[in-house]
């Protein structure tokens, strides 16, 4: 059973190498039993967000999510290795499982092509897909006793969230998709295009606006979320720095020049995030 388990780990912690740079960059500040947990956590993540982005027809990826619930709801009896890693993850860790289905709720409406009025509506799609991670990731930490530590793991998921919308615009155009709310569209007279070469089209200097305004929400977001930070032992919180670091000098990257969003995806290079991690490591050592 060990070597199963064992198995089971070293799948998700491959994947989590391969698939979320960023993201292990933060998690390797981890003592090996908790690194190992959040990988499986991201393994399965990683699993939901393929269905909405894979291939298949609409119906087939309903499905896809619909049988992946199922499994979620009885997966103490699952033999699929990512599943094995994370039950006996929650069994270990308080982990809320429930934050996985939140999780496919936002993938289904990425699915069915959901768009977003207003950035309260964006909001709550962005707890789905990234606030139900922070949540995730928690249960993994473990925090002191705080009422408010789940709402600020949640708002830290939603500042990623919305620094990888930044990032991805031109992207997820490109593919069918619209996250920027239709009311900030309308503010900054903004109407999405690209050129003929694949870059957003930004004739008066709109969407440069739109860009740093919403830079500037993210970051009242991050403020929000970063309070969980104290509330952390000191590798669980040089980790969620990291993590949030990394973001957070892309959000600034992004604001400083919102052209680069354009014609590219932006990105740090791992000398820079590793060096995000070393500060974030040492800051919590002082």
Not at 160 to 187: H, K, M, S
Request: with cysteine; charged share 25%; aromatic share 6%.
């Amino acid at each position: 059973m060990t070597s199963t388990l064992d198995d089971a780990y070293g799948l998700c912690e491959s994947i989590t190498k391969e698939q979320a740079r960023n993201f292990y960059y933060g998690i390797r500040l981890l003592p090996a039993e908790k690194r190992g947990v959040l990988c499986a956590v991201y393994a399965l993540a990683r699993r939901i967000d393929d269905i909405g982005d894979g291939d298949l027809p609409q119906q087939e990826k309903v499905s896809a999510l619909a049988q992946l619930r199922a499994s979620l709801a009885d997966i103490g009896s699952s033999s699929d290795p990512v599943l094995v890693a994370v039950a006996d993850s929650a069994r270990r860790f308080p982990i809320p499982l429930g934050a996985f289905d939140e999780l496919v709720d936002g993938v289904e409406m990425d699915i069915t092509g959901r768009t977003y009025d207003t950035f309260e509506d964006l909001a709550l799609y962005c707890r789905c897909v990234a606030g139900s991670v922070g949540r995730l990731c928690l249960g993994v930490f473990g925090s002191r006793q705080h009422p408010q530590s789940a709402q600020y793991a949640d708002a830290l998921g939603i500042a990623l969230q919305q620094t990888n919308i930044l990032r991805d615009i031109r992207e997820d155009f490109g593919n069918g998709r619209v996250y920027l709310p239709q009311a900030d569209l309308d503010r900054f007279g903004v109407e999405l295009a690209l050129d003929e070469h694949g870059a957003l089209v930004d004739k008066d200097g709109g969407l440069a606006a739109l860009i740093e305004s919403s830079s500037a929400r993210a970051r009242e977001w991050y403020a929000d979320g970063l309070r969980l930070v104290p509330l952390l032992d000191r590798r669980s919180a040089a980790c969620c720095t990291a993590m949030s670091g990394i973001y957070r000098r892309l959000l600034d990257r992004i604001a400083a020049q919102p052209s680069a969003v354009y014609d590219r995806r932006l990105s740090l290079s791992g000398w820079q995030k590793a060096g995000v991690a070393v500060r974030a490591l040492a800051g919590m050592a002082a």
